[in-house]
């Protein structure tokens, strides 16, 4: 049992900056996809990046904005987001599954999840 706990979100000015962290536990961390996934008042959950081995996918709403990497010495995820918006403002999720051939942008690929991190983007 993979258990996700997300960190960093806050509240940000449009043109900031935050890192989002992922700590995981519980399982094999370099063996899953990793991914964030957003989720703002009203609107479905939506794929924002992901990353699977060394290769990263983005959304085209964040692509050139915001970076995903990660830690498997530590088994840490992170989402490095810059020139914000506010339409960025979401409950930004961290999950673990494995990707298809056809990529990793579904949220049914995921079989485990964090509990959420706010991040709120003031204009």
């Known amino acids: 049992q993979v258990q996700l706990v997300e960190s960093g979100g806050g509240l940000v000015q449009a043109g900031g900056s935050l890192r989002l962290s992922c700590a995981a536990s519980?399982?094999?961390?370099?063996?899953?996809?990793m991914g964030w996934f957003r989720q703002a008042p009203g609107k479905e959950r939506e794929f924002v990046a992901a990353i699977r081995w060394i290769n990263p996918y983005y959304a085209d709403s964040v692509k050139g904005r915001f970076t995903i990497s990660r830690d498997a010495a530590t088994g840490t995820l992170y989402l490095q987001m810059k020139s914000l918006k506010p339409e960025d403002t979401a409950v930004y999720y961290c999950?673990?599954?494995?990707?298809?051939?056809?990529?990793?942008?579904?949220?049914?690929?995921?079989?485990?999840w964090g509990q959420g991190t706010q991040v709120t983007v003031s204009s």
């Open positions: 519980g399982g094999t961390f370099s063996s899953y996809a």
């Open positions: 999950a673990a599954g494995y990707c298809s051939a056809y990529g990793c942008s579904d949220l049914r690929q995921y079989a485990y």
